[in-house]
Structures are given as structure tokens and as C-alpha cells.
Nanobody, 125 residues
Framework: QVQLVESGGGLVQSGGSLRLSCAAS????????MGWFRQAPGKERVFVAA????????YYADSVKGRFTISRDNAKNTVYLQMNSLKPEDTAVYYC??????????????????WGQGTQVTVSS
């Protein structure tokens, strides 16, 4: 498994922006498809965005399409989530996740075998 550490969360007003980062350990980051999930209080963890291990395929939840952008820098072992036009309903703990090596990118929790500890994003109205 790869070790993942998220950063960049915080408190922002509605309409604002944040960029989350997820730093991965190891020398094989470029073989993992990566994803972001979020979990609001009292709710299940849900898919937000994912990117293939080569970086050529992207998937987004309908709720964030056009507002969030996932990207990766394999040279820095880091995946990003740029979040624009934030809404109060985006408030959640955001988790970074990695698949097994060379696995196709997915959108389900079970597609990902490694998880970070999460970072809190709070959007005030």
C-alpha cells in the first residue's frame, strides 16, 4: 500500500476556492490511479473525482462537474483537487485514495485500496 497525506483544507466562504493536495510515498506513484472522496457528517463517503494513472482519463461526480478539477504531478508524487465556486453542501472531510498499481481508474470505494486520513473542508454561507 501507498501512504497518502492530504492537505489544503480549511474554512472558505461560499463561492470561494480551495486546492487540496495529496502527497504519496514511494517510487511507484505513477502506476496508481487516484481519487478523491468526501464524507459529510452523518452521511456515507461518496465519490468526487478520479484520474487514471497515466493522467489521461478523468471522472467527476455530477455534483462537482464544472467546478472541481483533478490533476496529478507524477514527478512530485502528488494529486490535486482544485475546487472553485464552493457551496455549503461541499462541506465534508475529503479523502485521497489510490488504487493498486496499474489498475483502471474507478469511482467506487472498493476500487481503491489505500486511503489518506482526510482533510476538513468547510464552506460557510
Amino acid at each position: 500500500q501507498v501512504q497518502l497525506v492530504e492537505s489544503g483544507g480549511g474554512l472558505v466562504q461560499s463561492g470561494g476556492s480551495l486546492r487540496l493536495s495529496c502527497a504519496a510515498s514511494g517510487r511507484t506513484f505513477g502506476t496508481y490511479a487516484m481519487g478523491w472522496f468526501r464524507q459529510a457528517p452523518g452521511k456515507e463517503r461518496v465519490f468526487v473525482a478520479a484520474i487514471s494513472w497515466r493522467g489521461g482519463s478523468f471522472y467527476y461526480a455530477d455534483s462537482v462537474k464544472g467546478r472541481f478539477t483533478i490533476s496529478r504531478d507524477n514527478a512530485k508524487n502528488t494529486v490535486y483537487l482544485q475546487m472553485n465556486s464552493l457551496k455549503p453542501e461541499d462541506t465534508a472531510v475529503y479523502y485521497c485514495a489510490a488504487t493498486d498499481p496499474f489498475r483502471a481508474v474507478g469511482t467506487l470505494l472498493d476500487d481503491f485500496g489505500s486511503w489518506g486520513q482526510g482533510t476538513q473542508v468547510t464552506v460557510s454561507s
